[in-house]
């Protein structure tokens, strides 16, 4: 365990978590500051993904700390946490997350709203997200309709949109080519860093990895922060 | 193609349907419990009319009375047989009084040998109700020995109450009328028996309203196909089995449900023949062995029902493509159209107009046109529901996030929900409509009396050798007894009741206060003679009301013997009286007399009846009445001028009702959970990353409420509509007043919103399952 | 690729021949270029001078050469630097990086950490291609895609190492 930076937005220090009898995580430790672009890397099962879950505070570690802002999120209550999730956080995954039913404005517009802004106010917020990450074309559209390269972007909308602190994305390149895989990450890096967010990066792939400022690998449950380590 | 590769085909379609792990199973025993149902009532259905038939054959077959005016001589193969039927809180029961006359003397159907005076044979409905505490009070008035059982070839139905007691001096009171002498059971001129076609059309319509909502179950649970069945088909497309080879894979795992429906279908059947001898309905009740539904038309539905099942897969798989890649539902579907929807309620209601009006004497209803009508009215219920929903939610406005999700996927997905919600309609419909029918029949079964139930509420005839005071305080002492109004009645005519009079008038005789009940008078003595205008039916009195006139008394002895004449002159002094509605709600004409005003034996040959008011706030008066009456003479029934009990019976029915509306809307209830969470499970990862970026849970839970209480509000309002429309026309086939049952609408809409209700509460824990971030991880 | 960490890395499990310690060299590592006996002799010398090794004993024999070295603390000592020291990005880097991966099997020491190492070494290369990508027009683009690709390969590679390295373990020790 190590001490945490000074200065850092997010940190986590050994944290546990066990799905029955699988460990996700057997004392791993993060730490990100604002603006920062950091890369979570690692063989598949090795609890990246749980790490990304801890850190957003959508599952809580059996054990461990995380703080966030000066605040201990494993404290909070499940409507604390999500409301931080709403204000605070942005989230991209690798598929599926586009609601199918609405329109990509209206996908885009959703955290707004889920924050208690005006339907038409939080529209026209998406919609100069959606300008910005150049698929304001498909607004109108369904997810079904578009690309999934378009799709990613319209994700990568939504989850700027509330202009988090910290953008969590699991594997956003995942499902797609690697141009548009390298075009999604340059917009959601420039994106990201011009709002000063801090981006956990999940990843596999070392050429998204690229992307980042610094990468941390999970192994086993167990985190090292190669930039330390150097 | 051969027959071998529908057989092979449909052969791995059955494996397949119980081979789809939990929820596959589920689903085929939820269509093969919905075919079940489907198929016994198809089977009663098939089985009523030969119930009916028997019910009938016995019915005559038990008769006593002759039609000749001639009553046989006494000889030793003659019975002297009366009728003692009484009520006993509103329920009819049968009694005979038997004296064997001879050693030959016949036996009634369904008894060995004749009760000994003072005991009796006895049905085992009654039986029942006279050993339990209930019964106490007819258990008074029939005061024999139970000494056997009526067997069921002498009963018409499970619940008759009936009894054959035996009797001492019978044969001396043969008369005719009430005492008959027989020397066999049975009509002798056997008819073939005509249902009450009131009947005949509350039992269709019962049928086709259970009926089509189970059949719109089957045909949704049918087409709720779900992913998994999707991929196995697209996955048997990918190792070669060609489009139609698939779809009969697909047909075949629809026949696998439907046959073991067949076989439950059977099961329930046997259950309900028996669970039928429980119930009774207007009275009627019915024995399990009369239903036996032909062998013709249980084997037509042996083949029809799983063959319907596998052409409506076949016809539900028609805008499917299914791709070795994937199941394709043909693109966004056109624009539903209006016009064809509109068409089957109005066809329906159009089948049924030409017999409005008919009622009960009307003539027959047609069958097929009530059946046809009242199945194009419900099934019009899931043709407009889609469109009705698709139109209003296409419409509707924004809201909070939970509206808007719940909306654009309504939006999306109209048909879905339409389908989803359809039978429940269906259900609710059929329901609104019977309820209506029944209260309103109901209703007219026993509330056409006309009666003036206020002033008195019963009546009886005075035994004979009983005088008429002695009876009257009998009466009045009687318990629940309030008042007894007692009028001795005849008729006198213009000539010898030998001869046959040509002109008669109504006699009524009373003391004054009585006779104030039946007509308007100045002034009353005792010796008073009254001439009655503004009686009903009354156009002699004016010619016999002369002074001087001799007039002839109908003689009470039964018809055919000779009585010698008793003459009565109308006295020169005749008062003026205009009549009122009497207790029994007619206006009397003729002749009214204060006992002063007769002799002896002309007050003899008179019927005295006795009319009572009972005490409304005794339990049970009326029964304490029959009891007094019995107990006075066997033969003296009184008759009851108002079923009190009729909202009683009532209730059962409606309870009966409820229940069968309610399991098939449980049933519906249970499909749409299964698909509900299907739908859910589909969606699991979308769930989690709305979770995931910080959607509170309520507003998730409150969209999958808003997505299922939308399409059954609108599902629920229409089925209202058609269902009070429906109740409507039926209620003006049949001549009644149509009136609407807010109170039933409103429960069945109740319960059809609670079955929805009760499956999105039931949804919910899977749904909050699932909206753990468990669904986020990429494997 | 360096001969002399290699043959250092493989006296650390004990004093060897130098016969011996081309014929570990060999089954080990040189399975298409059987190393040369002179190149053994003049690395040991060289290694001898150093200070890294020294001679443990020499033994009389038929061959040319009998000598046997075991190696000097110092000799451990730039052995472990050696190892965690990544080798700098450049294409077909694998003979040496598997050398290491197969001598820190050999010694005990732990192989993630090299290979975790070497990563970071080579993201740190694909982050300046990156940057310069963006950065750059079509052609800079393009080149710098042919390097990232390369190095990807690289990182592929030490990916399915670090998850083989169990198996690994067992087969070089046994």
Partial sequence: MSPVPAGSLLAAQDLRKAYGPTTALDGADFSIHPGEVVAVMGPSGSGKSTLLHCLAGIVTPDSGSILYNGRELTAMSDSERSALRRSDFGFVFQFGQLVPELTCVENVALPLRLNGTRRKEAERAALTWLERLEVDDVRKKRPGEVSGGQGQRVAVARALVTGPRVLFADEPTGALDSLNGERVMELLTDAARSTNAAVVLVTHEARVAAYSDREIVVRDGRSRDMERVV | MSARDWARDLAMGTRFAFAGGREGWIRAVLTAVGVGLGVALLLITAAVPNALDERHRREQARQNFTYGQQVPEKADDTLAIADLDTEFRGRDVRGRLMEPEG????????????????????????????????????????????????????????????????????????????????????????????????????????????????????????????????????????????????????????????????????????????????????????????????????????????????????????????????????????????????????????????????????????????????????????????????????????????????????????????????????????????????????????????????????????????????????????????????????????????????????????????????????????????????????????????????????????????????????????????????????????????????????????????????????????????????????????????????????????????????????????????SQLEQLRERRKLLSTLVAFGTRRRTLSLSVLWQTAVPIGLGLLLASLVGMTLGAVLLRMTNTAVRIDWASVATMSGIGAGVVLVVTLLSLPPLLRMMRPDGLRTE | MSIGHTLLGLLESGPRHGYDLKRAFDEKFGHDRPLHYGQVYSTMSRLLKNGLVEVDGIEAGDGPERKRYAITAAGITDVERWLATPEKPEPYLQSTLYTKVVLALLTSRDAADILDTQRSEHLRSMRILTDRKRKGDLADQLICDHALFHLEADLRWLELTAARLDKLREAVTR
Wanted: with cysteine.
């Fill in chain 2, 103 to 674: 050693p030959k003397a016949p036996l009634p159907p369904g008894v060995d040998e004749f009760p000994a005076a003072g005991t009796m044979v006895v049905s085992p409905a009654l039986k029942e109700l006279l050993e339990s505490g209930e019964g106490t009070l007819l258990r008074e008035r029939l005061p024999y020995e139970i000494t056997g059982t009526i067997g069921e070839q002498g009963l018409i139905g499970s619940h008759e109450l009936a009894y054959y007691a035996g009797a001492e001096g019978l044969s001396d009171r043969v008369d005719g009328s009430r005492v008959w002498r027989i020397d066999t059971f049975g009509s002798p001129d056997p008819r073939p028996g005509s249902t009450d076609p009131v009947l005949l059309l509350l039992v269709l319509v019962v049928i086709v309203v259970l009926l089509t909502p189970v059949a719109v179950f089957i045909a949704a649970a049918v087409r709720f196909g779900g992913e998994q069945r999707d991929r196995r088909l697209a996955a048997l497309r990918l190792v070669g089995s060609d489009g139609a080879s698939t779809r009969r894979i697909a047909a075949g795992e629809a026949l696998a449900g439907s046959l073991l429906g067949l076989v439950l279908g059977t099961g329930f059947f046997l259950i309900g023949r028996e669970a039928v001898a429980s119930v009774e309905l207007f009275g009627i009740s019915v024995f399990p062995s009369y239903m036996n539904p032909s062998p013709l038309l249980a084997l037509t539905v042996a083949v029809a029902v799983p063959a319907a099942a596998v052409a409506v897969t076949l016809l539900a798989l028609r805008g499917v493509v299914i791709e070795p890649l994937g199941v394709v539902r043909a693109a966004r579907p056109a624009r539903r159209r209006l016009w064809w929807r509109l068409l089957l309620p109005l066809a329906g209601v159009a089948m049924l107009y030409p017999m409005i009006g008919q009622g009960r004497e009307g003539g027959e209803f047609n069958e097929y046109l009530v059946t046809g009508g009242v199945l194009l009215l419900l099934i019009g219920v899931t043709a407009l529901l889609p469109w009705i929903v698709e139109a209003v939610v296409a419409r509707l406005g924004s809201g909070g996030v939970a509206w808007q999700l719940a909306v654009r996927r309504l939006q999306l997905s109209s048909g879905t929900a339409a389908r989803m919600v359809n039978g429940v309609a269906v259900a609710v419909a059929g329901a609104i409509a019977l309820q209506m029918l029944f209260s309103g029949v109901e209703g007219d079964y026993t509330q056409s009396t006309g009666y003036d139930v206020t002033r008195a509420q019963m009546q009886v005839r005075v035994p004979q050798g009983v005088g008429l005071a002695e009876a009257t305080s009998t009466f009045e002492n009687s318990k629940g007894v309030r008042t007894v109004y007692p009028l001795s009645e005849g008729y006198l005519g213009d000539a010898s009741w030998n001869k046959g009079p040509e002109r008669t008038a109504e006699l009524t005789v009373g003391d004054c206060a009585t006779l104030r009940e039946v007509a308007r008078m100045s002034s009353c003595r005792d010796g008073d003679v009254f001439r009655v205008s503004g009686g009903e039916y009354d156009t002699d009195t004016p010619a016999l009301s002369k002074p001087g006139r001799k007039l002839y008394l109908e003689p009470s002895a039964m018809p055919g013997t000779k009585a010698p004449d008793l003459v009565w002159t109308v006295p020169a002094e005749l008062k003026q009286a205009e009549s009122v509605e009497d207790p029994t709600g007619t206006r009397r004409g003729g002749f009214l007399m204060t006992p002063g005003a007769l002799t002896d034996d002309v007050t003899k040959a008179l019927r005295h009846e006795l009319y009572i008011a009972v005490d409304p706030s005794v339990p049970d008066a009326r029964e304490y009445v029959h009891n007094t009456a019995a107990d006075l003479d066997p033969l003296a029934e009184p008759m009851n001028w108002q079923a009190t009990e009729r909202s009683e019976r009532f209730d059962s029915i409606r309870t009966g009702l409820f229940v069968g509306a309610t399991a098939v809307l449980v049933l519906i209830g249970a499909s749409l959970l299964v």
